[in-house]
């Protein structure tokens, strides 16, 4: 049988895609824009017919229908290992966080949730008959597909053919396909602000020509990617390819090699990842440490939300509350250790204006009550603000608090420098 054939014998109506989730199965949704967000609201419309149906997935970008009420509970049952827009959610109770590092994302999804079914959005086939997970589903899909029973897929003629390792699906591979088209979300980047230009020239002074960069989301990091059109000879080994590393790429300063699990930014991103140069992998090879320190002068950058005085750094919760997850943070940590010449790098800002007005600052003698350390200080090399680059390599405990001190805002460094006389971390 041809593929088309094939192809057309598989093709179903999208309520009938979603009947092919059963009570009891638990099921794997492709995350960020590879997810069918109609496949899935019409599994949530078959929930009075469903028990115990547990749905994984994480850095939600649509509002699912089984998110946005109690009732679905023990019904369809949802997790997140990487929370994104769920956190809106939180209040109905059906969002189970959970919090893993993105190289061992496969192995929690096999050995502890134990996943049979796989539902992700495809590219629609090659002439070959390949599908494409496109550049969100790359994260996780390939790998996943390899175990689960039932592979339920939603074509859509947006989403972008990628190319890499494990980046596609055979129609015959799979158990049903619908189709229903639709927009993936983008993300254009925000306005930088002068301090987030600030912190990205002390951190560009840290970076050789040559070097292999890691970046992860948001306006630090995005400022620190527009900043290196001045280097030579990048390579790119980082989980997420952002909108800077597509302007870095093009304009000739990345010439190496580009390997990446995902891709997340604008239109333009979108449209242009389809390069066979930019090498998309599942997380579990991309985070993978080992894999990491095999780049020479790798520099991994990720941002932060606060640090207590000794370089513990808190990248996922405001107390108890979960705002995201660890992500691969620590996987780039660590593979930077192994790497020869590498280096890691935190950066913040010094302070945080809250809703009242008032200013605190990130930098603080302890964490608050249940603040998760995301990355352990013994990992962190360097931590910086808009003041400067705290270097905390093997270094000792005061000397990490005073370096500490001398990157916060100045308006807290005397008391800061007091309540760590106090707590005995400094000499008085």
């Given at each position: ?73 023990g ?16 209040k ?22 134990h ?31 390899e ?25 015959s ?46 306006n ?13 000879n ?7 390819f ?63 939300m ?5 370089g ?18 620590l ?54 603000t ?30 800061l ?12």
């Amino acid at each position: 049988m041809s593929w088309q054939k094939e192809y057309q014998s598989k093709l179903v109506s999208l309520e009938e895609a979603a009947g092919y989730i059963e009570s009891g199965d638990t099921a794997f949704l492709s995350p960020m824009h590879g997810a069918p967000f109609q496949l899935a609201n019409a599994i949530a419309e078959r929930s009075d017919e469903l028990m115990d149906v547990d749905i994984l997935s994480g850095v939600e970008l649509y509002p699912f229908k089984f998110l946005q009420s109690s009732d679905y509970l023990g019904k369809i049952n949802y997790h997140s290992l990487f929370t994104g827009g769920a956190r809106a959610y939180y209040k109905y109770g059906n969002v189970n966080c959970n919090s893993v590092n993105l190289s061992q994302f496969t192995n929690s999804v096999r050995d502890v949730y134990h996943v049979n079914t796989l539902i992700a959005e495809v590219s629609p086939p090659d002439e070959n008959g390949y599908m494409s997970w496109g550049p969100g589903g790359t994260t996780t899909n390939g790998d996943i597909a390899e175990f689960a029973k039932k592979i339920i897929v939603q074509v859509n003629k947006h989403q972008p053919m990628v190319y890499g390792v494990k980046t596609l699906i055979h129609v015959s591979q799979v158990t049903c396909i619908c189709e229903e088209d639709h927009e993936i979300v983008s993300m254009p980047d925000d306005v930088l602000s002068e301090q987030d230009k600030i912190i990205a020239k002390y951190i560009l002074e840290e970076i050789p020509d040559g070097a292999t960069i890691q970046l992860g989301l948001g306006n630090l990091t995005n400022a620190v990617g527009y900043g290196l059109m001045s280097k030579k000879n990048l390579s790119i080994h980082s989980e997420v390819f952002t909108n800077s590393m597509l302007k870095l790429y093009k304009a000739g300063v990345v010439n190496g090699n580009i390997s990446c699990s995902f891709a997340l930014g604008s239109k333009e991103l979108h449209a242009s990842i389809t390069d066979e140069r930019i090498q998309f992998m599942p997380l579990s090879i991309v985070n993978s440490p080992a894999n990491v320190a095999k780049n020479p002068n790798m520099v991994a950058i990720n941002a932060c939300m606060m640090t207590d005085l000794t370089g513990q750094v808190c990248s996922e919760s405001i107390g108890h509350y979960l705002y995201s997850s660890t992500g691969g943070q620590l996987d780039f940590v660590s593979g930077s250790w192994l790497a020869e010449g590498g280096i890691n790098i935190m950066c913040l800002n010094s302070v945080n204006q809250k809703k009242d007005g008032t200013i605190v600052s990130n930098i603080m003698l302890n964490l608050p009550p249940g603040a998760a350390v995301t990355t352990p200080r013994s990992m962190v090399m360097n931590i910086v603000t808009e003041y400067g680059i705290a270097r905390l390599k093997n270094r000792s405990i005061r000397e990490r608090v005073s370096a500490m001190i001398s990157i916060a805002h100045p308006d807290f460094r005397e008391e800061l420098r007091k309540d760590a006389v106090k707590a005995g971390l400094l000499p008085e």
